[in-house]
Nanobody, 128 residues
Framework: QVSLVESGGGLVQAGGSLRLACTAS????????MGWFRQAPGKEREFVVS????????YYGESVKGRITISRDNAKKTVYLQMYNLNPEDTAVYFC?????????????????????WGQGTQVTVSS
């Protein structure tokens, strides 16, 4: 059973940067594809980015492409989401997600239903 905990959310000025972290426990982290989703008030949960278990394949959501960097540290069992040039439209609760995969599976999983493990979320608020 995998448990995920997000951290790093907070208030930031428009144009600023923020780094989120998601730490996993209770599973073999190196076998997990990791993803980030976000949900703004009144909107559906939206795919942000994902990273394969090897760290070699990245998929980006269209709304954030070019403004984010995702990385993983297997020793710390942590995935990071570095965000740049934030704007008020980025305000949302950010959730990390995990999916156990085999080595050859580097597919794009953009649906919430594809991810069995979820954190509680961390609030990101971007002021104008």
């Amino acid at each position: 059973q995998v448990s995920l905990v997000e951290s790093g959310g907070g208030l930031v000025q428009a144009g600023g940067s923020l780094r989120l972290a998601c730490t996993a426990s209770g599973g073999q982290f190196s076998r997990l594809a990791m993803g980030w989703f976000r949900q703004a008030p009144g909107k559906e949960r939206e795919f942000v980015v994902s990273l394969s278990r090897s760290g070699g394949t990245t998929y980006y959501g269209e709304s954030v492409k070019g403004r984010i960097t995702i990385s993983r540290d297997n020793a710390k069992k942590t995935v990071y989401l570095q965000m740049y040039n934030l704007n008020p439209e980025d305000t949302a609760v950010y959730f990390c997600a995990a999916k156990s995969t085999i080595l050859s599976d580097n597919r794009y999983f953009s649906s919430v239903a594809d991810w069995p493990y979820w954190g509680q979320g961390t609030q990101v608020t971007v002021s104008s």
